[in-house]
């Protein structure tokens, strides 16, 4: 676009130099008039161009932000992926401890509250598992045969989203 402009741009100076050169003579009110009219053209056309650049440079700009929103959004997924081990095993220890009650399942319990609480500050969720079985978010394992058609038997691993976003599916038994 900044070739053509600048070929244009000579174009319309060759033909004012040409023109000048042919009338070395007083110049007539029609040339004059001529003259005019393709210098208001040419206005035209790169104010056109000018309004054009503008309304590029405004997308461009909208979307620099909105991938730098994106970016900041999705920015602790390998973060939040690494500590859902950390949940994981902490579930695993406070469904070892069973009934049993004792300052250290307590310790166990508030570190999961306190690990759960900070991730869903960032908009790490679970992913729902009691309204039955969606593709998107769960993937299936085993077959369930205590389990009705289409619902979820047994949650093996919790399934987490971050903003929305699938961050780990959650591992299921289905029904058949």
């Known amino acids: 676009m900044a070739n053509e402009q600048t070929e244009q741009t000579q174009d319309l100076e060759q033909e004012q130099l040409e023109h000048a050169e042919q009338s070395q003579t007083e110049p007539t009110v029609e040339d004059l008039h001529t003259q005019i ?11 056109a161009r000018a309004a054009n ?19 900041k959004k999705f920015a602790v997924e390998k973060f939040a ?19 049993e009650e004792s300052p250290i399942l307590e310790g166990v ?11 869903e500050k960032f908009e790490v969720v679970a992913v729902d598992t009691e309204n039955g079985f969606n593709a998107d978010l769960h993937q299936a394992v085993g077959i369930d045969p205590t389990a009705k058609a289409g619902e979820i038997g047994n949650v093996l691993q919790k399934g987490y989203t971050l903003s929305g976003r699938l961050l780990r599916p959650a591992m299921v038994t289905v029904g058949q």
Do not use: M, P
């Not at 393709?38 to 104010?47: A, G, I, M, S, V």
């Not at 992926?81 to 695993?92: G, P, Q, T, W």
């Open 109 to 119: 319990k508030l570190t999961l509250k306190s690990l759960t609480t900070a991730l």
């Open 81 to 99: 992926k690494s500590l859902l081990d950390s949940v994981d095993n902490l579930e695993r220890a406070i469904q070892a401890a069973g009934e």
């Open 53 to 71: 650049a503008i309304y590029e440079a405004e997308k461009v700009k909208e979307r620099v932000e909105r991938e730098a929103d994106a970016a």
């Open 37 to 47: 009219s393709k210098l208001e053209e040419n206005l035209k056309l790169e104010k």
